[in-house]
């Protein structure tokens, strides 16, 4: 099955755990170059069997939207929630709210459907709620936000991450403004994050900077990167590195020129099948603050009145 309106997809350590395990060889695993380059393709194909067909509630999620909720009291009377997979998280912290959820997959909606949600199959890129929503939820969705997003009511809330660059997207929208970063993991914060709100959107520049990234949230790390140029780098690259000639930085973006054909700008990870071999790449470095995983609040504020 493939998935290109919902947030199924592996994480890296999921995928590569299953390539050393079971080869390169599995079924339905991995898609060619072809599709990974291609905007809004799903990038792996899984078992069905895989699968469990039953509406999720994320802890993690909870505790963030939790925060959310508890901090900046949003009017949640009616929530949209499109390309939501089997997560229905939101439903367990807002419980008298209306919640719209919304996949292109009718097996998932009728699911939702099956345990009493109230769900839609439909293109998110397309449909628009018979409600306007107060607040919108974009998790990892392969989409544009921009027609999700647009649904929402003035002083509304879009709560999304960066797994897709949907902040990213976001953040170039002069009808949002981002008030606060909700943190994924509480050994960082309990508190939402209303501080140099624009380091989550400024990549690291040194190789001083990369030492310090922490996996959490999603992020590449600098010994990642370091394997990855041994493995797949040209000539004396991972060497150069190591008697100072060069950083890891550097040779990491000559890494990603070198594959930039393959590259999707929707993907955050590229799988590259080459006859011996499939090449898989981190496509984005971290920013100076927090990682993919992190919830990003922006509220609709088109005419720049103070929070």
Request: hydrophobic share 35%; charged share 25%.
């Amino acid at each position: 099955m493939k998935k290109e309106n919902s947030h199924n997809d592996w994480s890296l350590d999921d995928l590569l755990k299953k390539f050393q395990s079971k080869g390169n060889d599995e079924p339905n695993m991995l898609v060619n170059a072809e599709n990974v380059t291609a905007p809004g393709q799903g990038v792996l194909k899984y078992p069905e069997q895989q699968i469990s067909f039953r509406p999720e509630t994320k802890k993690e999620l909870a505790e963030q939207l939790q925060l959310f909720k508890t901090t900046l009291h949003p009017e949640a009377r009616v929530i949209y929630y499109p390309s939501c997979n089997l997560d229905t998280t939101v439903s367990s912290i807002f419980p008298d709210a209306r919640i719209i959820y919304v996949d292109l997959d009718k097996k998932i909606v009728d699911v939702l459907k099956e345990h009493n949600f109230e769900a839609m199959e439909a293109d998110a890129t397309q449909y628009s709620p018979d409600e306007q929503p107060d607040i919108v939820l974009l998790l990892n969705p392969v989409i544009n936000p921009e027609k999700p997003a647009s649904t929402v009511k003035e002083n509304g809330y879009v709560i999304c991450n960066n797994y897709h660059n949907t902040a990213n997207n976001m953040h170039q929208n002069d009808e949002f403004e981002l008030v606060g970063v909700v943190p994924p993991y509480k050994e960082r914060s309990t508190a939402l994050d209303t501080q140099q709100l624009e380091d989550y959107f400024n990549s690291i520049e040194t190789d001083e900077e990369f030492k310090k990234v922490s996996q959490e949230g999603g992020n590449i790390t600098y010994e990642r990167a370091f394997d990855a140029i041994k493995q797949y780098g040209d000539g004396d690259a991972a060497a150069n590195i190591e008697a100072g000639l060069s950083s890891v930085m550097a040779e990491y973006k000559n890494l990603l020129k070198k594959f930039e054909n393959y590259i999707s700008p929707h993907r955050r990870i590229a799988y590259i099948q080459e006859p011996s071999r499939t090449v898989i790449l981190e496509t984005t470095f971290p920013m100076k603050k927090g990682g993919f995983t992190d919830l990003f609040i922006f509220r609709k504020n088109r005419n720049g009145d103070p929070v």
